[in-house]
């Protein structure tokens, strides 16, 4: 028996525990984890707001706990937050695995507790900083203050989920440092990174062959500093082209306060496009912008480099991991709309891009493949069955 073969039995198989929302690159992220330990042990998936369509129903045991998880108003999303607890506790209890992998759900106590006291072995995987997503999305609907206090609630409910499992994993060593995890540090693993499809997302137009284009691809949303992004392409030399690729509420005024400048063919607004579509998009670009106020190891930023594109991002979680300051791209230190401008004028002008891009294509390659990720777990694992 292999010693992969040895840690499968003793893993006993795991069950991942997640909500990952309608956002597709969050479902995406879940069937890439449950796709990397599959190839360890079993996998089966409790989660919600997955639609019949979704591609994890062919590939995995799929379980969905709830089918509407946010409602109307924050008392709505309360009481479904408790009841979708209370179901997963059900649930866990008539589960055979012996791994419970809580993913994005960081603040479901509950049913961590509950898997502790089934005698599951309990490890949480937070996608970002919930908290703080959360307290963004909220002050959009109700006073400052009283987002602030909700996510306060969210964030002791995260301490405590994270005193009672017995692993805590993180993209990357500074995402840990950001989250505030080194207190875990003997049941932290930092090195828990997805992957990408390098084959997918590759350089297909050659980067000296781009024009000076820049671009954004994401959610159209106010975490992503699209007000930022608007302010910032009024003050970019004519030369300049800014595409966005993606949708959200902050579309309409894109295209109201960009009017001239789309009109004028300065800026394209593409929307929203499969993902199969994007590494075409992403090779159209010199330069990716990410000016996020918070993320945890943006896809994005990586698929983009795996396309020999540079990403320029705010050093938020783990983006300094993998964004390294003109290496593999660039760090948006200030987030003022005349400096940022200043700056992408100043990158493209760069004649050492089209090494940047090389660096760039060659890290995700080694770092961020499918095997690399696989024999990261397979150590995370084997450590864990060992304590």
Known sequence: MSQRQQIAEEIGGVCIVTQPGSGQSEKNHTRDLASIIAELTTVAILTADLPESSDLLDRFEVVVFNTTSIGDNTFVEALRFLRNQLRLCRLLRAREESVVLFFGTTSYTLPILAARLLGKRVVVLPRGNLPLSLQLHWEETMPDKLAQILAGIISQLEGVSYQLAHGVITYT????????????????????????????FSVDVPYTDRGRTVGFLGRLEGEKRIPLLID????????????????????????????????AGKVEVIGWVDHDEVPEQLNQLRLLLLPSKTEGLPTTVLEAMACGTPAYATPVSGVPDIVQEGETGFLMDTVEAEVVAERITEILDREDLPRISETSRAFVEDEYSFEAAVERYDHIFADLCST
Request: glycine share 6%; charged share 35%; aromatic share 8%.
């Open 173 to 200: 060593s500074k995402m840990a440092e950001m989250l505030g995890l080194e207190q875990y540090e003997e049941k932290l693993y930092p090195t828990g990174a997805r992957f990408i499809d390098t084959d997918r």
């Open 232 to 263: 910032t392409v009024s003050q970019l030399p004519d030369d300049i082209t800014v595409i966005f690729v993606g949708d959200g509420t902050y579309r309409e005024t894109l295209e109201r306060e960009l009017a001239d400048e789309i009109e």
